[in-house]
Nanobody, 123 residues
Framework: QVQLVESGGGLVQAGGSLRLSCAVSGSVFSVNAMGWYRQAPGKQRELVATLAKGSRTNYGDSVKGRFTIARDNAKNSVYLQMNSLKPEDTAVYSC?????????????????WGQGTQVTVSS
């Protein structure tokens, strides 16, 4: 059973920092792209940042220059360092990973989501 386990959310004042972590647990053949998305109340889910296995990154416009995504391939983990946080960053942040699983002699690709972690930035 493959799961994404997130940690690191919480309450912080504007201008502060938080670091989110997400680890892939379970038996996987490989982990391809990993990333973070967020959803604020009444809004659609939006991209925060993604990181391909080859280190190519992609950031949402609203977080560029403030957030940094990184991964540890040996630990199948991805991290999101969030600096200069703003009240508008308040949302549930969810980890996403594209995972290859060996099923018999075939490699099957799945997309998994974490349970989400709340980030609240007070003004």
């Amino acid at each position: 059973q493959v799961q994404l386990v997130e940690s690191g959310g919480g309450l912080v004042q504007a201008g502060g920092s938080l670091r989110l972590s997400c680890a892939v647990s379970g038996s996987v053949f490989s982990v391809n792209a990993m990333g973070w998305y967020r959803q604020a109340p009444g809004k659609q889910r939006e991209l925060v940042a993604t990181l391909a296995k080859g280190s190519r990154t992609n950031y949402g416009d609203s977080v560029k220059g403030r957030f940094t995504i990184a991964r540890d391939n040996a630990k199948n983990s991805v991290y999101l360092q969030m600096n200069s946080l703003k009240p508008e960053d308040t949302a549930v942040y969810s980890c996403n990973a594209e995972v290859e699983v060996l099923q018999g002699v075939a490699l099957v690709t799945y997309n998994y989501w974490g349970q989400g972690t709340q980030v609240t930035v007070s003004s």
